[in-house]
């Protein structure tokens, strides 16, 4: 969408071609990537975003402005899996007995699973989808989830996963297979990002607004080079609101600022 995140991408766009114009060279070198698939976990990309992040000093990642145009300088991690249960088909009416319902014990392991969220941990469990059985009058023989799981640090991402992995099934003559892990490695702000969020900070304040900072629960691709201690500055998007939403929307004012302290990061960054 628009604010998550292609104004973010024309901003970085719009703020080099301002320095080619102006025949301007930087301090440093700067390379451009554009992922398309970062919303599905940059599957074929992550290891591109991984070798080139380690080739340079900063990583600047245009994701969205939060909270009325804060940048992100830590992230909350996160753990994707694919649970399938196999189950017994039979006719649900003439030999229901001999059935082992594949829904209705996924069923048990949902509501497991959302159980492990804990707000004040900043733990979060949401089963994202969920699909199964043939016919209404067939006991299901299968039935698959995907899972979405938000964690604050690897402490509480080796827990959550011990318990995800060790999950067995509640009733007899069942399978449950689960496939994944850790998605998006958390991050927290250590010194480098530290100091290049105030010196973002300074040059937001020569240029006439006051940039703050925050932690999200969000991922983006700024997991993967911030855990690997790259100094990285997130959120530098434009502001807005309804992220994947049916009203998201930027303000377009904050266009301006936004593109303006993009091209003074160019512009001093060494």
Request: glycine fraction near 12%; aromatic fraction near 6%.
């Amino acid at each position: 969408g628009i604010y998550d995140m292609k104004s973010g991408a024309y901003i970085a766009n719009h703020a080099y071609r301002h320095l080619v114009r102006a025949g301007k060279e930087t301090p440093l070198p700067i390379t451009f990537m554009y992922v398309p698939e970062e919303e599905i976990g940059s599957p074929t990309s992550r290891k591109m975003i991984v070798d080139l992040a380690k080739k340079n000093k900063y990583v600047l990642v245009t994701e969205p402005a939060r909270d009325g145009g804060k940048v992100v300088t830590a992230r909350n991690g996160r753990l994707k899996y694919d649970i399938t249960v196999i189950g017994r088909p039979s006719h649900a009416g003439l030999r229901h007995m001999d059935g082992r319902s594949a829904i209705r014990e996924m069923a048990h392991q949902i509501l497991f699973l959302e159980g492990l969220t804990d707000y004040g941990r900043s733990i979060t469990c949401s089963v994202g989808t969920i699909s199964g059985g043939t016919l209404t009058n067939v006991v299901p023989a299968k039935c698959t989830i995907t899972v979405d799981l938000r964690v604050p640090d690897m402490d509480a991402a080796e827990e959550i996963k011990a318990k995800v992995e060790g999950m067995t099934p509640v009733g007899p003559d069942c399978v449950l297979k689960i496939e994944g892990g850790v998605d998006r490695p958390p991050y927290e702000k250590f010194e480098g990002i530290e100091k290049l969020f105030q010196h973002a900070k300074g040059l937001a304040a020569e240029i006439g607004f006051d940039l703050q900072d925050l932690k999200t629960g969000g991922g983006s691709d700024g997991n993967f080079t911030g855990a690997l201690g790259i100094p990285t500055l997130d959120g530098l998007g434009a502001d807005g609101h309804g992220a994947h939403s049916h009203d998201e929307f930027i303000y377009y004012s904050s266009l301006v600022e936004r593109c303006r302290l993009m091209i003074r990061l160019f512009e001093t960054l060494e």
